[in-house]
């Protein structure tokens, strides 16, 4: 290799800190001192024992977009498995390695080296341009965006977010993350009658009294979903009784369970149609609640557009829109009436063993985002 680009020194210098979750290591110093020295405004803030860090340049009248990312990674497992060390860095083969290399350390040095950039040729730009960095994303995700959302919301509108979390499949940019679902628990307690097993007739078994409902929640139609979204699904992840002995029958059955829910039914909704249906069944029964993440839906054809054009502009392809996958920081951002969406690398290897990065993907990726900032803040 002649000359290495400097996103790909950047991205070597953030995997060269093994910063497993939920530590910085520093990588956010790193990041911000690049920023500071191309001008702009730096806030770093610890909630806990996060470190997050907010950047921002540009206070005029225009469109505000802000990058969105994390410094932390996920463990890397038996370390003798991988083919270089995790925190190496090591290039071989038109590849980047390293813990972070995908998810997202890559996609940060990217998007920071863009903002830079563009800052630099466009010194009075319109609007703002922000970048807010956690080190609490693949864990717990309580000290980070979650807190510094509403932080940084008070002094500062935001009108698009780009999440450079690992969206594409095969190709670089090939796939777009336009939301991403809800996702709301529900452990629900059915109450029969504890009694021996040899007199059925002096208790009520929850079990079989749950059997009916059980099958129809497995068919139920929570939603139709829509374009972008599949329809919610339920899914029963445990089924328990109160005891645990062969000649009783137990008192109440324990049903875990989860929804993951599109934009078309709200956890109000959801709430009403089981209890409804629960009611149906004429069960005696207790509910406990508890949402993990709330869907968006990002709508924005402005957005759209600018990622179509330049995902087509750098790599040749039409992007696919979708909201699948898990949850992410952006469901932080969006209720904030931020139109949030994400785009990043391959997510192949993802939280694997030898973790890697095209390098050719990477310098694609920092254009890219170059191109989406130069569209949205004209
Ligand atoms: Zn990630």
Redesign the pocket.
């Known amino acids: 290799m002649s000359s290495i680009h400097p996103v790909i020194i950047l991205s070597q210098q953030l995997i060269r800190i093994d910063s497993i979750t939920p530590e910085d290591k520093d990588c956010q110093i790193l990041l911000a001192d690049l920023l500071k020295a191309a001008g702009f405004v730096i806030e770093h803030k610890k909630f806990g024992e996060v470190d997050n860090l907010f950047a921002y340049h540009g206070n005029k009248p225009g469109k505000n977009l802000m990058f969105v990312g994390?410094t932390d990674v996920v463990p890397t497992g038996e370390e003798n498995l991988w083919k270089h060390p995790p925190f190496s860095a090591t290039i071989e083969d038109e590849y980047l390695y390293g813990r972070g290399a995908a998810?997202?350390k890559s996609a940060v040095a990217a998007f920071t080296l863009a903002m830079i950039d563009y800052v630099k040729e466009n010194p009075d730009h319109k609007g703002k341009i922000a970048l807010m960095l956690t080190s609490d994303?693949?864990g717990v995700a309580l000290d980070g965006i979650k807190k510094m959302m509403p932080y940084i919301a008070q002094n500062h509108d935001f009108d698009y977010c780009l999440v450079g979390?690992p969206s594409s499949a095969k190709n670089l940019g090939d796939t777009v993350r336009i939301g991403r679902r809800g996702s709301l628990h529900v452990n629900i307690t059915i109450h029969g009658k504890q009694g021996h097993v040899a007199y059925p007739e002096k208790a009520n078994n929850p079990v079989f009294l749950s059997a009916k409902i059980i099958d129809d929640l497995s068919q139920f139609q929570w939603d139709q979903g829509n374009d972008d979204f599949p329809p919610t699904s339920f899914q029963i992840s445990s089924l328990k009784t109160s005891t645990n002995t062969s000649n009783i029958i137990p008192a109440d059955l324990h049903i875990q369970a989860n929804f993951r829910y599109s934009p078309e039914s709200t956890q109000e909704s959801l709430q009403q149609k089981l209890e409804k249906l629960l009611q149906q069944h004429e069960l005696k029964y207790s509910l406990n609640w508890n949402l993990s993440g709330l869907p968006f839906h990002s709508k924005s054809k402005e957005l759209k557009l600018a990622l179509q054009e330049s995902i087509k502009r750098f790599t040749n392809q039409e992007p696919i829109f979708n909201a699948a996958g898990g949850t992410s920081d952006g469901r932080f951002v969006a209720p904030f009436g931020v139109e949030v969406v994400e785009l990043g690398v391959i997510n192949d290897t993802i939280h694997q063993v030898d973790e890697k990065a095209l390098i050719d993907d990477v310098i694609k990726l920092q254009n890219i985002y170059l191109e989406i900032i130069t569209t949205l803040l004209r």
């Open positions: 994390h998810d997202m994303e693949e979390e």
